[in-house]
């Protein structure tokens, strides 16, 4: 096998954050589920935009937050996501590569604006997000190089990807090169509603072993085996895949593997502000563990110490070094 250059790869929508504090009455003014990810057009996304008020502006996008974090904490990372050579591109490309997370996607000359995504972050710290995918939704299998998926220890893809046409056919062929080099697929299910609309396909891709690794939250794992019941789901991902990880907000999360199952407890915060980011810096900082061979509760507190940092301001990227912050609650980094 080859030598590893990047511990972790991650291939996803590339979007650029638009947050707010708001209320419930917002949510219901512009008929907003809320908790969920709602894909929107331009149209719509003017008329989000135009009643927000002030807002924070901050690069997102699921896997790049992921990817990000690994960085953060102190991890060789790369990225793959499509942006267009426009002003807000030009911002994306400058934050992840200021983030020392390698990223070489060629932006897009013409075809939609930069995607973005407008936050509505509620008193409660739950986010709602509504997706304008522009330029990401032009993500093709030529945009993944297939010498640097080779390259990369764990291959890491949203489930958000199958929502855009061309994504899917990157995203397959991504994992097949990943495979074919004997390294890792990780894939996370992303959002129930997204889980809801791909569910068959999304189990077709752990039962033929196209992933190896599936992170989802609760609601997602209940959606994905139609069950009400924690137990009876997790005993269906045990079976489905080599390597389930189910995050549980304050319960911290489970790991399991066909024969085992290990629990790691969340990590205190003061104030939960907003969640936008919280499963995406869990799978950072448990991917991060994976990477350094450490045991799955060990990666699970990782997981959780990250996820915590993002849950305490606003916005989906990490505001301190998560490689120091593990060093300071005395975690093997
Ligand atoms: O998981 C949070 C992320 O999902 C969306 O893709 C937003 O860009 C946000 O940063």
Redesign the pocket.
Same mark, same amino acid.
């Given at each position: 096998m080859a030598d590893v250059k990047y511990d972790v790869l991650g291939i @996803? /929508?590339a979007?650029?954050?638009v947050l707010v504090r708001t209320d419930e009455a917002f949510l219901a003014k512009h008929g907003m589920t809320k908790g969920s990810?709602s894909l929107i057009d331009e149209a719509r996304a003017a008329a989000i935009y135009k009643d927000m008020g002030p807002a924070t502006e901050v690069s @997102?996008? *699921?896997a790049? /937050?992921t990817i990000v974090g690994i960085g953060s904490l102190g991890a060789r990372a790369a990225y793959v996501g499509k942006v267009k050579d426009d002003q807000i591109g030009k911002l994306y490309v400058h934050d992840i590569r200021a983030a020392g997370v390698a990223f070489n996607t060629p932006a897009a000359k013409d075809g939609p604006a930069t995607g973005c *995504?407008y936050?509505l972050v509620t008193g409660d710290g739950e986010?709602t997000?509504n997706?304008y995918l522009g330029a990401a939704q032009d993500l093709s299998p030529a945009d993944i190089d297939p010498a640097e998926i080779a390259s990369a220890g764990i291959v890491y893809l949203?489930g958000?990807l199958w929502d855009p046409k061309n994504a899917k056919d990157a995203f397959v062929k991504a994992a097949t090169i990943a495979h074919e080099a004997k390294r890792k697929v990780a894939l996370t299910l *992303?959002d129930s509603f997204c889980v809801d609309r791909y569910r068959d396909e999304f189990l077709g891709l752990m039962r033929n072993g196209t992933v190896d690794i599936v992170f989802a939250n609760e609601s997602e794992l209940h959606s994905l085996y139609m069950t009400s019941d924690f137990d009876t789901a997790l005993k269906q991902l045990r079976n489905d895949v080599k390597l389930g990880v189910v995050t549980r907000s304050e319960k911290g999360c489970v790991v399991v593997t066909p024969t085992d199952a290990v629990a790691a407890p969340a990590s205190p915060i003061a104030k939960l502000v907003d969640t936008?980011?919280? @499963?995406?810096l869990f799978a950072a900082g448990f991917l991060y563990g994976l990477a350094r061979n450490l045991a799955h509760k060990q990666c699970g507190e990782l997981g959780a110490l990250a996820a915590a940092e993002v849950i305490q301001h606003i @916005?989906?990227r990490p505001q301190v070094s998560l490689k120091e912050l593990a060093q300071q609650r005395g975690l093997t980094v």
């Open positions: @996803g /929508n979007l650029f954050d990810m @997102g996008g *699921s790049a /937050n *995504s936050i986010r997000m997706t949203e958000y *992303s936008t980011g919280a @499963g995406d @916005g989906a």
